[in-house]
């Protein structure tokens, strides 16, 4: 493939633009004419990396890490599909959209690795990137911005412009060099060793509202369950399961494993009571957060052991870890810093704000 002679020109546009901006027009031209989504996905992975690269501890984020390794895995080892691209694209776009460019760049390389460069191939009247929606904005586009701190369109400086042309001549760079080595990564993903920030969460005097002699009881809850369990069922006792983030999960099990069938009125009422509990007890310390799921034990004695999760991450289903979900329920019982856990706060990051310790 020789485009040198192209490259060439677009070096010399870059050079004598006022605003040092490399236009969409010609970057879909030059898309076109290397026509493989492939190595054009490989161009966009590329500039993201170049955009990790400046921002280091931005990506120390196990969503943004993870989005760029199966990226890579996808581009260079052959691994997963384009369709599960539109799915992480699906299931982090709200969250995302949250940290602005640094998050659309790795949604558009999502949709372009999902759509195999659709934006490319289909683009009629290619005129610049400012009379299209952020949501359709390239990779590359997307890295110019985040590269030299705004928009070639507005409000330029002098500093500004000298860093987009930095850029834009680095793009050029580049292309050269994936076209040439078309296998080899040209810049490399930095390493993120995932760590474990062991954050001592403070005990909970919520937990002394709910103690044998706390001012908050479950015995009503306990009740209408155990009106619901059919004589023929045998058991020693009961486990019960509610989860509850922006929608409801209750399951009720036997001691033999038996799952038991409890009314939907009843199920409605038990989870409407339970978020009444949650409630009350979040408003009494409120600093300390509220829970997101428990588990309730109710022996053959009647007696009951309650068990709270506040603070871990993978005791929550795997159908309520939707982060927009987490996130939202956050909002609505926010807590301190000190009794929220490292997960959490990497999904709050600069979108949320902590209650004053």
Aim: aromatic letters at 16%; one cysteine or more.
């Amino acid at each position: 493939m020789d485009i040198e002679k192209d490259l060439i020109l677009l070096n010399d546009e870059i050079n004598k633009n006022a605003n040092g901006h490399l236009s969409l027009n010609s970057r879909v031209q030059l898309m076109r004419k290397i026509n493989s989504s492939n190595i054009i996905n490989k161009i966009y992975y590329t500039c993201a990396i170049k955009i990790v690269q400046m921002n280091v501890s931005v990506f120390e984020n196990d969503i943004f890490n993870d989005i760029l390794l199966k990226s890579k895995d996808f581009l260079y080892n052959n691994k997963y599909s384009k369709s599960y691209f539109g799915e992480i694209y699906d299931k982090y776009k709200n969250f995302l959209n949250n940290f602005d460019a640094i998050g659309w760049i790795l949604l558009s390389l999502c949709k372009n690795i999902e759509t195999d460069v659709s934006f490319i191939w289909d683009m009629d009247d290619y005129t610049d990137d400012d009379v299209y929606d952020f949501e359709v904005w390239t990779p590359d586009f997307l890295a110019e911005i985040i590269f030299s701190g705004g928009s070639p369109f507005v409000n330029n400086d002098i500093n500004s412009v000298e860093e987009r042309k930095k850029y834009w001549l680095w793009y050029i760079q580049m292309v050269r060099g994936i076209l040439k080595n078309p296998d080899v990564e040209y810049l490399i993903l930095p390493s993120y060793e995932k760590r474990e920030h062991l954050i001592s969460i403070p005990f909970r005097h919520q937990l002394h509202l709910v103690s044998a002699n706390g001012r908050i009881s479950f015995d009503d809850i306990e009740n209408i369950i155990l009106s619901q369990i059919p004589d023929e069922i045998k058991w020693n006792y009961i486990n019960v399961e509610f989860v509850s983030c922006t929608s409801s999960m209750l399951n009720v099990f036997s001691s033999t494993g038996e799952k038991i069938r409890i009314r939907h009125m009843n199920v409605v009422d038990i989870c409407r009571e339970f978020r009444l509990k949650r409630k009350e007890m979040y408003m009494q310390y409120p600093k300390e957060g509220a829970w997101f799921s428990l588990k309730m034990v109710i022996e053959k004695n009647y007696s009951y052991k309650l068990e709270f999760n506040y603070d871990n991450f993978n005791e929550i289903p795997a159908y309520f870890q939707e982060l927009d979900w987490i996130f939202n329920f956050y909002c609505k019982f926010p807590r301190s810093k000190e009794y929220t856990p490292e997960w959490l706060r990497k999904i709050i990051g600069n979108k949320g704000k902590y209650l004053e310790d």
